[in-house]
């Protein structure tokens, strides 16, 4: 099976910096996107960040200018260095992947999650 795991997570102030992790295991052959999502009490799951396997990146209007994801394609991991953070950014932040397995092909998969807060 597949598995994605994040880290990274914790409590900072407004104007601090987080670097968040997303390793995945399993019997993997091939990953192309690779993504990162937040979402905060009440409010829909939103995109933060994403990145192809040719390494083209895009970003959520409120992610532009302080947040950069990259990947370690050799590790089959993806990272989002959060800089300049505020308390709208607090949420719990996921990784999604589109991954290629041994036994099921292609397919999506999201870790469970690690908690971001930002206090004032």
């Known amino acids: 099976q597949v598995q994605l795991v994040e880290s990274g997570g914790g409590s900072v102030q407004t104007g601090g910096s987080l670097r968040l992790s997303c390793e995945t295991s399993?019997?993997?052959?091939?990953?192309?996107?690779m993504e990162w999502y937040r979402q905060a009490p009440g409010r829909q799951r939103e995109l933060v960040a994403r990145i192809t396997g040719a390494g083209s990146t895009n970003y959520g209007d409120s992610a532009k200018g302080r947040f950069t994801i990259s990947r370690d394609s050799a590790k089959n991991s993806v990272y989002l260095q959060m800089n300049a953070l505020v308390p709208e950014d607090s949420g719990v932040y996921y990784c999604?992947?589109?991954?290629?397995?041994?036994?099921?092909?292609?397919?999506?998969?999201w870790g469970q999650g690690t908690q971001v807060t930002v206090s004032s």
């Open positions: 399993g019997s993997i052959s091939e990953i192309n996107t």
């Open positions: 999604r992947a589109n991954v290629r397995s041994v036994v099921t092909s292609w397919g999506v998969y």
